[in-house]
């Protein structure tokens, strides 16, 4: 089992930036690909970004060079660095684990556990 706890959403300008946490408890999220996705009013959950176990990445095509996805195993943290941010990012962001080795990260159906989400608003 595994508790991921998300934090350092917020209001922030076009243009700006934030960085997300999201905070994995039980087992080491080292075990496990840690994804990204957010999920904006009326709109269906959309994969963001995720780091595999083997430390690669993978972003959707709206972030890439604005997103950063990082994780320190330390820590049991995996971060989200959001630059350049756009008023149609805001969503409710949440992080999320796969144990499957084998699974699709874009796919929200292949994770196991979900952390509660935190907003990010982008006001233009």
């Known amino acids: 089992q595994v508790q991921l706890v998300e934090s350092g959403g917020g209001l922030v300008q076009a243009g700006g930036s934030l960085r997300l946490s999201c905070a994995a408890s039980?087992?080491?999220?080292?075990?496990?690909?840690m994804g990204w996705f957010h999920q904006a009013p009326g709109k269906e959950r959309e994969f963001v970004a995720a780091?595999?176990?083997?430390?690669?990445?993978i972003y959707a095509d709206s972030v890439k060079g604005r997103f950063t996805v990082s994780g320190n195993n330390a820590k049991n943290t995996v971060y989200l660095q959001m630059n350049s941010l756009k008023p149609e990012d805001t969503a409710v962001y949440s992080c999320?684990?796969?144990?499957?080795?084998?699974?699709?990260?874009?796919?929200?159906?292949?994770?196991?556990?979900w952390g509660q989400g935190t907003q990010v608003t982008v006001s233009s």
């Open positions: 039980g087992r080491t999220f080292s075990n496990y690909h």
């Open positions: 780091i595999r176990r083997d430390a690669s990445t």
């Open positions: 999320a684990a796969a144990r499957d080795f084998y699974a699709d990260v874009r796919d929200a159906y292949k994770y196991d556990f």
